[in-house]
């Protein structure tokens, strides 16, 4: 697991979180507008406004935002800063991986409050209340901050170990249906973040918007 160490002269001045949180916004800002004068570069997400742009992310708050760390074209990496194309993961499986916004000029973003959880399982397999236009290909993605208490949610249990399983307090969630709770004490799903496959030949997953609803413990 890599870290963010990778600040250089010009930024030494800024704590290494707050670089990488703009820097994470301005490649996020030029994905968007990248995808918009590619026309047709994603499958299913529609063109519907700038999200998150007008957050604390470019005001200079002092903190990530669950509607900034990932906007409208951001690329899904793995722990080494990988793209994910469609293939990572067998359609139909219920295989999941955990990935993270990338940085501008590459890399994963490895702050906690980013690490999300990528699931595969059939298209016709999701139900209300996932937000189904936020799926693709089968992929559906969902935080991996706990909604309990802020643990990372790693596991998996259930029926083919089906469900998303927090090891802290043993909450379950059901990534079928929108990462609701199914067990244990956590309040809320674990809120899901939207993605589509490119159309180019890479057809890389990526986020189509922000996290749906903030992250973690409320
Ligand atoms: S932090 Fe996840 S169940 Fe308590």
Redesign the pocket.
């Known amino acids: 697991m890599s870290t963010n160490d990778d600040t250089d002269a010009e930024t030494e001045a800024q704590p290494a979180h707050e670089e990488d949180r703009l820097q994470a916004t301005r490649r996020n800002a030029a994905k968007f507008f990248a995808a918009l004068g590619g026309a047709a570069a994603v499958g299913t997400f529609a063109v519907s406004g700038l999200y998150g742009l007008e957050d604390s992310a470019l005001s200079g708050g002092p903190d990530y935002s669950y509607k900034t760390l990932y906007t409208q074209g951001t690329r899904v990496v793995d722990g080494e800063g990988n793209p994910v194309a469609v293939d990572a993961l067998s359609e139909g499986s219920g295989e999941s991986m955990t990935v993270f916004p990338e940085k501008e000029g590459g890399g994963a973003l490895q702050v906690p409050m980013a690490t999300t959880l990528l699931v595969r399982f059939s298209q016709d397999a999701y139900e209300e209340p996932t937000m189904l236009e936020g799926t693709a290909e089968g992929y559906a993605a969902y935080s991996a901050t ?6 990372t ?1 790693s596991s998996r249990t259930g029926p083919n170990d089906q469900n998303f399983l ?6 379950v969630f059901n990534p079928l249906q929108g990462a609701k709770v199914v067990g ?3 309040p809320r799903p674990l809120p899901q973040l939207p993605v589509g496959v490119t159309e180019d030949g890479d057809q890389l997953i990526i986020a189509t918007g922000p996290f749906e609803a903030p992250i973690g413990v409320e």
């Open positions: 706990c909604t309990h208490a802020g643990c949610v927090c090891p802290c307090h043993q909450s244990g004490p956590a």
